[in-house]
């Protein structure tokens, strides 16, 4: 019996102790009560240096982490009272794999409160589902909830000395890093807690952990000696990046892993915002340890990327020869191979790590590669007995080429990016054709083509060719019917549709309402060409509901809107891109009013009255389709980023009195926006992009104190953000990015004094 508490039942039990809910009869309130064996608060050893659970906790004060609210002694128990959550942990609520986008959210949560603790100089050492709770209705959706992290049992602190294995050897060995296992000699710190969130994550996308045994030696054992299984082998629905971030957590040397938690989360962030993550998903560690493991074909692959990994890098195209040379070379030894089944498998293998390895496309020589895949391919071609071995080499190098074209384009229209990427496109397309004609059934081809037309729909949408963009994307989804992969279907199909969206969009900023019009009903009727099987998907009815909702009929597209709100993630192909679209609706009207309505002149209007009928607008709409106001934030967003990229096209095309409208008006709604949602971190953030919206005006009419003013207010902004958000690397870098701005405006001011 514990004076003050009234004890209603047992909610687990562990290594470190047992755990039971109680009531707290002096503030009537519901906590758990921690009883520990007042020895297992100390470790033997008095040189360790672990301390209590208790003081380790009370260190801690965050939101994502379960408070200590008292510690009492009741001999011979440590009593920690702990903060009650009710929704049960990520064990009790999964009973397999999670949605891999809804994994990486509650990751990259889970890390950047890790983050916090390192901050604090301790580590936690016991990262694993059963310690990570669920603050909410137990019945209720996980994304409803707020993540926190219990069970300091076994932390340690860092930062002053050295801390040994044997001090840091409790913990989960299914979860365990190798170095906290014993064997390996690296010092433990707060790469081992990376680990652990690595482990974590394996688990909440596999439904198991990375090692899987009947007993704590045998997992400590695998621990110290095998690479977990690639969690794509488990989950094939694992998005590649993701599944690189989680075995660059797990590497077996902790200088191997991502530097720090921080770092983890960022690239977390990336790969939720869809950018491009921080790591290669193929290390030379790895790339090592796969030689290894197949010698019997590591000479020819080896000797295969020679020969391709000569054109990355910058190196010039003087090379060509030697490049050249080689490919006759490689070529020669793989027909030299007897065995085709092995020579297949080569070929497939370094398919595999040349698109892992080249995930970063900016590494291939623009001038160089070219040349080199056209030689190699027509070294192919002329020796077409081996037929999977040629059309998986066709494949490859229209892949590189793709990855070629993407790095292109991203330099930019001024750079004459889209250009230069469009004559690789070209060249890309007029190979596969060739192949198409010599094997028309073989699907990896037709893959890769559709794939080849979707990213020239992209390059012509950024040259303004919207009769290009048309007709590429009615190419592809003509080439639809004959791939057999029903994810590649789909993903063809939504990329279509938004690539004319996107099509729409330029042009009638462009002032070419009757081009935006066509570019949809086109979309429409390439839609009215698919299998039923595949328009009846919900991700291809969300995008004809946007494409319907383009066109003013929104009375069409309200009542499959609401439909598809409610279904289940599992009734999705790929339910972590259905957010973006719904939310674009939703915002949409306010896009149109505050891009393209324009007062009469001599009339005046209510800026400030207008917002408020927008936000009413956006929230009616969220309403008819059964959205929640959770989802406010992200339609904020894309309403920036439209105005943002619709203001920035017209100060390309000089109309800087629409684009001076569309600043006044987009501040206006912003500031409404904050009022109604000041509880918002993306209110703050859009709030101050919108001042700095205003200054890049002041900038264009050669007004810098209008520019410094709206800079200033900016970044008191987003001051009032860090003080309400401190540890978000958002808001941390929005802050840096306007005064660096501020300083060159002042810069400016001083210059001209």
Known sequence: MIPGFQIERELGRGGNGTVFLARSTNVDRLVALKFLRSGLTELEDDASPRISEGQAVSKLRHSNIVQLHDVLHVSPWTVLV?????????KDRLSGPMIPVEAARILEIVTRTI??????????????????????????????????????????????????????????????????????????????????????????????????????EESLTQTESDAPISPRELNPAIPRDLEAICLHCLERRPDDRYASANDLAEDLRRFLDGRRISIRPVSIGQLSRWCR???????????????????????????????????????????????????????????????????????????????????????????????????????????LELLLATNLRFKGISAGGPDEAAVVLDRSRQHLDDCLQWKPDA?????????????????????????????FCADAVSLVSTISDRELRIRILCQVSHLLRETAFTSKVAGLEDVATRVIRSNLEM?????PEDLATPDVQLQRAISLSWLGRDEEAI??????????????????????????????????????????????????????ILIDCINDRST?????????????????????????????????????????????????????????????????????????????????????????????????????????????????????????AEAVLNSAE
């Open 624 to 744: 008819a389709i059964g959205l929640g106001e959770s989802a406010m934030p992200r339609i904020g967003n894309m309403i920036f980023d439209a105005v943002y990229r619709g203001s920035a096209a017209e100060r390309t095309q000089r109309r800087v009195e629409s684009e001076n409208g569309t600043a006044d008006r987009f501040l206006a709604f912003a500031k409404g926006f904050a009022e109604a949602y000041p509880n918002s971190l993306d209110s703050y953030v859009m709030l101050s992009r919108a001042h700095q919206l205003m200054a890049k005006t002041g900038w264009y009419f050669e007004d810098v104190a209008a520019a410094h003013r709206e800079l200033q207010l900016a970044l008191n902004v987003a001051h009032r953000a860090k003080s309400k958000y401190p540890e978000s690397p958002a808001v941390l870098e929005l802050v840096v990015d306007i005064e660096r701005r501020l300083a060159d």
């Open 559 to 612: 009542p499959i809107l609401r439909d598809l709100n409610v279904l289940p993630p599992s009734d999705w192909v790929r339910f972590d891109e259905t957010r973006t679209p719904i939310c674009q609706w939703v915002a949409k009207p306010v896009v149109e009013l505050i891009l393209w309505t324009r007062s009469p002149a001599g009339v005046s209007i209510d800026l400030d009255q207008e917002a408020s």
């Open 293 to 399: 493991q197949r010698p019997a074909i590591a000479t020819l692959v080896l000797s295969l990327l020679c020969t391709i990994l000569l054109s990355i890098g910058g190196l010039s195209y003087a090379l060509h020869e030697a490049q050249v040379e080689r490919a006759f070379a490689v070529e020669a030894r793989v027909r030299a191979e007897q065995n085709e089944a092995i020579a297949s498998r080569t070929l497939e293998d370094l398919d595999a790590w040349i698109q892992q390895t080249l995930a970063d496309p900016s590494l291939l020589n623009p001038i160089a590669f070219p040349a080199l895949a056209d030689d190699v391919r027509s070294l192919s071609l002329e020796h077409r007995t081996d037929e999977p071995t040629v059309l998986r080499m066709a494949a490859t190098l229209s892949m």
């Open 527 to 531: 839609l009215k060409q698919i299998s």
């Open 115 to 216: 983050a916090f603790v390192h901050r604090n100089g301790l580590l936690h050492l016991d990262i694993k589902p059963s310690n990570i709770l669920v603050d909410g209705d137990p019945a209720g959706p996980l994304e409803a909830g707020q993540i926190k992290i219990t069970d300091f049992g076994v932390s340690l602190p860092w930062g002053k000395s050295p801390i040994n294995s044997q001090s840091a050897l409790r913990g989960t060995p299914s979860y365990m890093a190798p170095e906290q296992a014993g064997s390996t000699g690296y010092p433990i710190g707060p790469a081992t807690d990376v680990y652990g969130l690595g482990a974590l994550l394996y688990s909440l996308l596999c439904g198991r952990p990375p090692r899987a045994s009947d007993s704590a």
């Open 443 to 471: 699907e990896v081809l037709r893959e890769q083509y559709a794939l080849t037309l979707l990213e020239s729909a992209v390059t012509a949408t950024h040259q303004e060719r919207s009769d290009d963009v048309e007709k």
């Open 82 to 90: 702990l903060e009650y959550v009710p929704g049960g942990s990520l």
